[in-house]
């Protein structure tokens, strides 16, 4: 599998023989890199959804893949649960507590994500910390996610300045490294942080944590074209994303809609219900629909 790095502006591309681009038509494509090429050929937008990974439990996670998969989620972002998500609101605080609760360790995991492989090829990203891949060891983490069927990883607290060694391994396993730019990165950083990411850019529309917000931030449509004006790869806007109104205005500025507080606290509120999947699934469908 490959996961591109960020591609080259097309007045760059011209000085190469061969043009990145290239890796699109390649049969062992990165599920992440395959889902975004297909959708920009389609003129369509991508769809991510975070949950917490266990919340309630490991077979949910499992069973909310599989029923994102059917109703055209696009990316499944798994939050990894921690003791200390310092970039979480308290809806997602209280996901990961949960998790933690349930018993979800990184490698129970990874053996629910090999067995949603066994049904799905939902591109899926881990969204954690690096203190849970530091305890495991970069090299053996990475390398296990690989195994179990991950895609990518989006780790909160590593910066790109940092990564060197991180990248290097991400890319020999295939996996896609997505990096974060938030709306005070300055231009300059920006440049060097889209440069070295891979699979697609995160852009966090808000300053502060995660949760549910009651509009879109107003400076959405400059700051994405600020940021398309340095990079080929896809765009994802996440954090304070609500309801299909917020989800159909990002998505038209953006090349993806990154929704999770307002789907974590659909499974709050039905964690104990019988029938969470098809309650959470069907709230999910309405925010699928105002994208697509």
């Known amino acids: 599998m490959h996961c591109r790095r960020a591609p080259l502006k097309s007045s760059e591309l011209l000085k190469l023989e061969t043009p990145p ?30 949950i917490g990974a266990g919340d309630p439990h490991l077979d949910a996670t499992r069973q909310l893949a599989l029923a994102f998969d059917r109703i055209g989620v696009d ?30 360790t990184p490698p129970r995991l990874l053996e629910t994500i090999a067995a949603i492989r066994t049904e799905s090829q939902i591109p899926i990203v881990l969204y954690i910390y690096f203190n849970l891949i530091h305890k495991v060891g970069l090299a053996s983490f990475i390398a296990d ?20 060694n991180y990248e290097a391994l991400m890319q020999q396993s295939g996996l896609c490294h997505i990096y974060l730019v938030a709306p005070t990165t300055p231009e300059e950083r920006m440049l060097k942080i889209v440069r070295r990411g891979s699979g697609f850019i ?17 400076n959405l449509a400059s700051q994405v ?3 398309r004006s340095h990079t080929l790869l896809p765009i994802a806007v996440g954090f304070g994303i609500s309801n299909p109104d917020q989800a159909r205005a990002v998505a038209s500025q ?30 999910v469908k309405t925010l699928v629909d105002a994208v697509k």
């Open 21 to 50: 681009l290239k890796l699109e038509t390649d049969p062992h494509m990165n599920r992440i890199v395959e889902r975004f090429a297909s959708l920009r050929s389609a003129q369509k937008k991508a769809f991510v959804v975070y």
């Open 75 to 104: 990316v499944l972002e798994l939050g990894v649960p921690f003791s200390d998500p310092l970039a979480d609101g308290l809806v997602n605080q209280l996901a990961a507590q949960r998790g933690l609760e349930s018993g979800t």
């Open 145 to 164: 996610c690989a195994r179990a069927g991950v895609d990518g990883l989006l780790v909160l607290d590593l910066p790109p300045e940092e990564s060197d």
């Open 202 to 218: 995160y852009y966090i529309s808000r300053e502060g944590v995660t949760g549910m917000q009651s509009q879109v931030a107003s």
């Open 225 to 227: 074209a600020k940021i």
């Open 254 to 283: 953006a090349d993806g809609c990154v929704v999770g507080s307002a789907v974590v606290h659909q499974i709050a509120q039905h964690g104990k219900s019988p029938d969470l999947v098809a309650r959470v699934a069907a709230f």
